[in-house]
């Protein structure tokens, strides 16, 4: 029986989310055709050629799998820029830009250079986008995980930012000259719970386990960083930090016990508490 290898009847015929067909059967068009996204309506009754069609039937085996569209693609738009994302990495998520949303606004209140820093970047999300948003801004970007480092400076290439924003190594501050000071300190940390069942669910399954969870009782990456902040902030510095939809009071009361004034409660776009912020 020959299979019909229209666009129209690839996406009605697909075991796939029609929403998430669609971005994968773009993707195959973009690949082997260097044919838009708008191709899907316009030519909906264009032939895939075979070497398409098993592209196409691979992609969609591996999102039945339930790899990460992400993953699958090896890009995700963040902000204002797109990233490479690997296996390696978190996948940004799109309640994070609220700490780059955080950032720009301190920085536009803020006259001349601004140095930054952003503890666990994993792709270069944070620090990547405040950089390309603000070229006024220098930023120095940490992560314990070589793998994650080696994607974020793949990330930085691409983005033309080498010059704007370093990569450091090390576990939290750790990776820092002792002496280094900066304006503004971000963080979207590790703080999945140990026994979270999400853990071993959906997209979640396919990313490192060390970009979600401390292992722990979600606060120890939160609490390291916060505790530490003040010896690395200059005065009237801000630190942003990112945290789960209940552990708004837990952060709050963190920040109280560092000392820090100021202390904001920040709400995502779903409108769940994401991000607290505090000044020295
Ligand atoms: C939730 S991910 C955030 C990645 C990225 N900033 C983002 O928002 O998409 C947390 C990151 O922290 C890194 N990380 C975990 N423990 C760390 C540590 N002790 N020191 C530095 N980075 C750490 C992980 O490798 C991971 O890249």
Redesign the pocket.
């Known amino acids: 029986m020959s299979v019909d290898r229209s666009l129209r009847s690839i996406l009605s015929s697909s075991a796939l989310p029609p929403n998430e067909a669609r971005i994968l059967l773009a993707h195959v068009l973009e690949q082997h055709y260097q044919l838009p996204r708008s191709a899907l309506l316009s030519r909906d009754d264009m032939l895939l050629s075979s070497v398409a069609m098993d592209a196409w039937k691979a992609l969609e085996a591996r999102r039945i799998e339930g790899e990460p569209i992400a993953y699958i693609l090896g890009k995700k738009g963040f902000h204002n820029i797109e990233l490479l994302v690997a296996p390696g990495?978190?996948i940004?998520?799109p309640e994070?830009e609220l700490l780059v949303d955080i950032a720009l606004g301190e920085i536009s209140n803020r006259p001349g250079h601004i140095k930054i820093l952003?503890?666990?970047?994993?792709?270069g999300?944070?620090a990547l986008a405040v950089a390309s948003a603000a070229p006024q801004s220098s930023v120095t970007a940490?992560?314990?995980?070589p793998d994650?480092l080696a994607i974020a400076t793949l990330n930085a290439q691409s983005l033309s930012l080498t010059e704007q924003v370093q990569f450091r190594q090390?576990?939290?501050y750790q990776a820092l000259d002792s002496q280094a000071l900066f304006d503004v300190i971000l963080s979207?940390?590790?703080y999945i719970t140990a026994q979270d069942p999400h853990l071993s669910q959906g997209d979640l399954r396919f990313e490192?386990s060390?970009?979600?969870t401390d292992y722990g009782n979600g606060l120890s990456?939160l609490e390291a960083i916060i505790s530490q902040a003040d010896q690395y902030l200059k005065p009237g510095g801000l630190i942003a930090v990112e945290h789960g939809f209940d552990q708004s009071d837990a952060v709050v009361q963190l920040m109280n016990s560092a000392g820090f004034n100021d202390i904001e409660v920040h709400l995502d776009l779903s409108g769940h508490t994401r991000a607290v912020s505090g000044r020295k």
């Open positions: 990495v978190l940004p998520r994070t952003d503890l666990g970047t994993g792709s999300a944070i940490t992560d314990q995980s994650a090390g576990s939290w979207n940390p590790p490192p060390s970009a979600l990456c």
